[in-house]
C-alpha cells in the first residue's frame, strides 16, 4: 500500500505561481512513477504530468509546457508540481497517483493508488 497526501493548493490570480505537494508514505520503494491528473466540474480527469521514481525523467501535456514543473525530493518521499503563468483554464482540483509499473504515463488506468485531491482555482 502506499499511501498519498496532496497540498499546496489555494486560490491565485492568472499569472500567478502556486507548487503542489505529494507526499507518500508505505511501500514507497515500489513506485515506478508518480503522476500528477486534474479534474475540473463537469470534465474528465485528465494527464497533467508525470516523473520516474528512479532517474527523474519527466512527461506533460501539451497545455502546461513551459509553465508547470514536475520535480521530486526521495530522501523526502515528496513529489511537487511547480505551476507558473497560471490560467483560469487550470483550475481544477488536482491528484497525484503513484503508477507501479512501466506503462502509459498519460492514462489514469495504469496508476494504482491515488491522494484525495487539492482545489486549484485560477481567477481572471
Known amino acids: 500500500q502506499v499511501q498519498l497526501v496532496e497540498s499546496g493548493g489555494g486560490l491565485v490570480q492568472a499569472g500567478g505561481s502556486l507548487r503542489l505537494s505529494c507526499a507518500a508514505s508505505?511501500?514507497?520503494?515500489?513506485?515506478?512513477?508518480v503522476g500528477w491528473f486534474r479534474q475540473a466540474p463537469g470534465k474528465e480527469r485528465e494527464f497533467v504530468s508525470a516523473?520516474?521514481?528512479?532517474?527523474?525523467?519527466?512527461n506533460y501535456v501539451d497545455s502546461v509546457k513551459g509553465r508547470f514543473t514536475i520535480s521530486r525530493d526521495v530522501a523526502k518521499n515528496t513529489v511537487y508540481l511547480q505551476m507558473n503563468s497560471l490560467k483560469p483554464e487550470d483550475t481544477a482540483v488536482y491528484y497525484c497517483a503513484v503508477r507501479l509499473y512501466s506503462g502509459l504515463y498519460y492514462s489514469l488506468h495504469h496508476y494504482n493508488y491515488w491522494g484525495q485531491g487539492t482545489q486549484v482555482t485560477v481567477s481572471s
Open positions: 508505505g511501500r514507497t520503494f515500489s513506485c515506478y512513477a
Open positions: 516523473i520516474r521514481w528512479s532517474g527523474g525523467s519527466t
